[in-house]
C-alpha cells in the first residue's frame, strides 16, 4: 500500500498550477498637488480630530460603536473567525460516539407460552484522522489565515468608509443649512426692496411692472428656500441612519449653518498606501490566500492516507448473558484515479482566478494612487476658491450696498440694484460652494489616504492569527 501511494505521489507531483506573479508596481516620487509638512502621518488614524469639530467627533465616534453598518461589519469578522476555526478542524481526529439499545422477543410455538426476553446494548467510537505527509495542514492553515487577515482588512475598510461618510454627510448638511439661511436672508432682501417699490408706485413714482418683477424675485425666494430645507431634512435623516437612529425624530440632531476651513493633510508620500490602504492590504492578503488554495488544488492529486481506529462495548441480557469489550485499527488508502479530470479542472480554477486577483490589486493600486492625487488637486485648487471668493463676496456686497444707497436715494434704477443683488447672491452661493467642497474633497483626501485606522497597532503578523 505505502509503496504504491509513493508511485502516485510522484506521478500526481506533475500536475502543477500557475502561482500568481508579483504584481508591478512603480510608485511616483510625490502626488502632484503640494501637501503642508505641519503634520505627521499618525495624525491619519483619527482625522476627523483634525476638524477641531465636537460634534463631528462625537458622530463618528457613535456611528463606528453602535451604528447598524459598523454592528454588521463586526458580525462578518467574526463568521470569518469561524470559518478559519471550521476549515482547521477537518484535520484533526474526527469521530462520533455511537450508541444502540434493542429489545427482542423470540417465542418457540412448540414449547409453550414461555417467550425468550433479550435485551441488546451497544456503544463505540470510531475515529478517522487523515495522516498530513504531505503537509494540507500547513498550507490550509496559511490559506485561512490570509482569509481571516482579509476579513479583518474588510472590517476595517468599512470602518474608514463609514468616518468619511458620516463627515460628508454632516458637511452636506451644514453646506445646506447655510445655503437655507441665504437664501432667506436674499428673500428677506427681495421683500425689503419690494416694499420700498410699492412706496414708490404708491406715490407715482415708479411704474407698478417693477414691483411685480421683484415680486417674482420673492417668490422664487422663497420657494428656493422651503426646497432646501425639504433636502436639509432628508439629509438629517440620513444622519440619522448613519448611527443608527433611523426612526428617531429629525429634530434630535440639530445642524449649524457653518462651514469652517479645511484642516491640512498629513505629509505623506504614494508607497505609504501600501500600508496605510485596508483594501490593498485586503487585496494582498487574498493573494496570499489564492496561492495557498492553488496549493491545495495541486496536494489534492496525492493520495491521502487515514487512520481508523475504533473502540466499543456490547451488552447483551436475555437467556445468554454476554459482555463483549472490542477494538480495532485501521488504515484506509484513497487514491484519485478516475478524478485527475476534474481535478484538474480545479487546479486551472484556482490557478485563473490567482492571476484575476493580481490584476485586481495592480488596479486597486492605481486606482488608490489616482483617488488621493485627485482629491489633493482638488482641495488645492478649494483653498483657492475660497481665497479668491472671499473677496469678491466682499466687494460684491459693497457694490450691492451702494447700489441700494442710490436707488433709495433716486438717483439709480431698478435695474443696477437687481444686477448688483444678483451678482453678490451668485458670489455668495459660489463661496459656500467652494467651501463646502473643500471640506468634502478634504474628507476625501483623509479616506483615500488611508487614515481612520489604527494601522500601526494591527501589523501584517498579527492580523493573520488573532
Given at each position: 500500500m505505502v509503496l504504491s501511494a509513493m508511485c502516485i505521489a510522484a506521478l500526481a507531483a506533475c500536475a502543477t498550477g500557475?502561482?500568481?506573479?508579483?504584481?508591478?508596481?512603480?510608485?511616483?516620487?510625490?502626488?502632484?498637488?503640494?501637501?503642508?509638512?505641519?503634520?505627521?502621518?499618525?495624525?491619519?488614524?483619527?482625522?476627523?480630530?483634525?476638524?477641531?469639530?465636537?460634534?463631528?467627533?462625537a458622530l463618528v465616534e457613535r456611528v463606528l460603536s453602535q451604528g447598524l453598518d459598523a454592528r454588521l461589519a463586526l458580525a462578518r469578522l467574526s463568521e470569518a473567525q469561524a470559518v478559519r476555526a471550521q476549515s482547521l478542524s477537518r484535520y484533526a481526529p474526527q469521530g462520533a460516539l455511537q450508541s444502540s439499545v434493542e429489545a427482542s422477543q423470540a417465542e418457540n410455538l412448540n414449547a409453550g407460552p414461555n417467550p425468550d426476553m433479550s435485551r441488546n446494548a451497544s456503544v463505540s467510537l470510531p475515529v478517522t484522522w487523515e495522516l498530513d505527509f504531505f503537509g494540507r495542514r500547513a498550507v490550509t492553515r496559511t490559506a485561512a489565515?490570509?482569509?481571516?487577515?482579509?476579513?479583518?482588512?474588510?472590517?476595517?475598510?468599512?470602518?474608514?468608509?463609514?468616518?468619511?461618510?458620516?463627515?460628508?454627510?454632516?458637511?452636506?448638511?451644514?453646506?445646506?443649512?447655510?445655503?437655507?439661511?441665504?437664501?432667506?436672508?436674499?428673500?428677506?432682501?427681495?421683500?425689503?426692496?419690494?416694499?420700498?417699490?410699492?412706496?414708490?408706485?404708491?406715490?407715482?413714482?415708479?411704474?407698478?411692472s417693477q414691483a411685480d418683477r421683484v415680486a417674482g424675485d420673492v417668490s422664487q425666494a422663497n420657494a428656493r428656500a422651503l426646497a432646501l430645507a425639504s433636502e436639509l431634512d432628508a439629509t438629517r435623516r440620513s444622519l440619522l441612519v448613519l448611527m443608527?437612529?433611523?426612526?428617531?425624530?429629525?429634530?434630535?440632531?440639530?445642524?449649524?449653518?457653518?462651514?469652517?476651513?479645511?484642516?491640512?493633510?498629513?505629509t505623506t508620500v504614494p508607497g505609504d498606501l501600501m500600508i496605510r490602504r485596508p483594501d490593498i492590504r485586503?487585496?494582498?492578503?487574498?493573494?496570499?490566500?489564492?496561492?495557498?488554495?492553488?496549493?491545495?488544488?495541486?496536494?489534492?492529486?496525492?493520495?491521502?492516507?487515514?487512520?481508523?481506529?475504533?473502540?466499543?462495548?456490547?451488552?447483551?441480557?436475555?437467556?445468554?448473558?454476554?459482555?463483549?469489550?472490542?477494538?480495532?485499527?485501521?488504515?484506509?488508502?484513497?487514491?484519485?484515479?478516475?478524478?485527475?479530470?476534474?481535478?484538474?479542472?480545479?487546479?486551472?480554477?484556482?490557478?485563473?482566478?490567482?492571476?484575476?486577483?493580481?490584476?485586481?490589486?495592480?488596479?486597486?493600486?492605481?486606482?488608490?494612487?489616482?483617488?488621493?492625487?485627485?482629491?489633493?488637486?482638488?482641495?488645492?485648487?478649494?483653498?483657492?476658491?475660497v481665497q479668491i471668493l472671499i473677496e469678491g463676496e466682499r466687494r460684491a456686497n459693497r457694490a450691492h450696498e451702494a447700489?441700494?444707497?442710490?436707488?433709495?436715494?433716486?438717483?439709480?434704477?431698478?435695474?443696477?440694484?437687481?444686477?448688483?443683488?444678483?451678482?453678490?447672491?451668485?458670489?455668495?452661493?459660489?463661496?459656500?460652494?467652494?467651501?463646502?467642497?473643500?471640506?468634502?474633497?478634504?474628507?476625501?483626501?483623509?479616506?483615500?489616504l488611508g487614515g481612520g485606522w489604527p494601522s500601526d497597532s494591527l501589523p501584517a503578523s498579527a492580523m493573520a492569527n488573532p
Open positions: 500557475l502561482t500568481p506573479r508579483d504584481p508591478q508596481i512603480q510608485w511616483p516620487a510625490h502626488y502632484a498637488a503640494a501637501q503642508r509638512k505641519d503634520l505627521p502621518p499618525a495624525s491619519l488614524d483619527r482625522w476627523w480630530t483634525l476638524f477641531d469639530d465636537a460634534q463631528l467627533e489565515d490570509s482569509d481571516l487577515a482579509a476579513a479583518r482588512f474588510d472590517y476595517e475598510a468599512t470602518r474608514t468608509a463609514l468616518a468619511a461618510q458620516v463627515a460628508q454627510t454632516l458637511f452636506q448638511a451644514r453646506g445646506l443649512a447655510a445655503q437655507w439661511e441665504e437664501s432667506r436672508a436674499n428673500a428677506k432682501i427681495q421683500a425689503d426692496l419690494l416694499g420700498l417699490i410699492d412706496r414708490r408706485v404708491e406715490r407715482g413714482l415708479t411704474a407698478a443608527g437612529d433611523g426612526l428617531a425624530p429629525i429634530t434630535s440632531i440639530a445642524i449649524e449653518a457653518e462651514l469652517a476651513e479645511a484642516p491640512a493633510v498629513p485586503e487585496a494582498q492578503a487574498r493573494i496570499r490566500s489564492a496561492a495557498g488554495n492553488l496549493r491545495l488544488a495541486e496536494l489534492d492529486f496525492f493520495p491521502r492516507l487515514t487512520l481508523q481506529p475504533s473502540i466499543g462495548l456490547s451488552s447483551q441480557r436475555g437467556p445468554l448473558d454476554a459482555s463483549t469489550g472490542f477494538w480495532s485499527l485501521g488504515l484506509g488508502l484513497s487514491v484519485p484515479v478516475l478524478d485527475r479530470p476534474r481535478l484538474q479542472a480545479a487546479l486551472d480554477l484556482q490557478s485563473a482566478r490567482g492571476q484575476q486577483l493580481v490584476i485586481a490589486f495592480e488596479q486597486l493600486v492605481q486606482s488608490a494612487f489616482a483617488e488621493v492625487d485627485q482629491a489633493l488637486t482638488r482641495l488645492h485648487a478649494d483653498r483657492r476658491r447700489a441700494l444707497t442710490r436707488f433709495r436715494l433716486g438717483l439709480g434704477d431698478l435695474q443696477e440694484v437687481l444686477d448688483a443683488e444678483l451678482a453678490w447672491r451668485a458670489t455668495r452661493n459660489a463661496l459656500t460652494s467652494a467651501r463646502l467642497d473643500a471640506l468634502k474633497h478634504s474628507v476625501q483626501a483623509f479616506k483615500a
